[in-house]
Nanobody, 122 residues
């Protein structure tokens, strides 16, 4: 089992920045890939970014490439640095974990956090 807890969401003006954190506990994260997804109410979950814990290779959705950066530290925490935020980035953001490589397919992730809300005002 892997437990995931997100934090760092909030309200920010367009053009601003936020950093989301996802603290992982339980089984070691070193054999997992970690992903960030987002979902607005009534919409499908959308892939944002992912990282392979072991080699730190990353993948990004086109909509956030160049603005968001996913990274991890050595203490089982994954971060999503979000810069140049736009009102369309407003969503609930979720951290997820799966064994093996990164994936943009949300059902392939086994473990999920509870989510953190990001609101970008215009």
């Amino acid at each position: 089992q892997v437990q995931l807890v997100e934090s760092g969401g909030g309200l920010v003006q367009a053009g601003g920045s936020l950093r989301l954190s996802c603290a992982a506990s339980g089984r070691t994260a070193s054999s997992y890939a970690m992903g960030w997804f987002r979902r607005a109410p009534g919409k499908e979950r959308e892939f944002v970014a992912a990282i392979i814990w072991s080699d730190e290779s990353t993948d990004y959705a086109d909509s956030v490439k160049g603005r968001f950066t996913i990274s991890r530290d050595n203490k089982n925490t994954v971060y999503l640095q979000m810069n140049s935020l736009k009102p369309e980035d407003t969503d609930d953001y979720y951290c997820a974990a799966r064994r093996g490589s990164t994936s943009r397919y949300s059902p392939s992730y086994t473990f999920w956090g509870q989510g953190t809300q990001v609101t970008v005002s215009s």
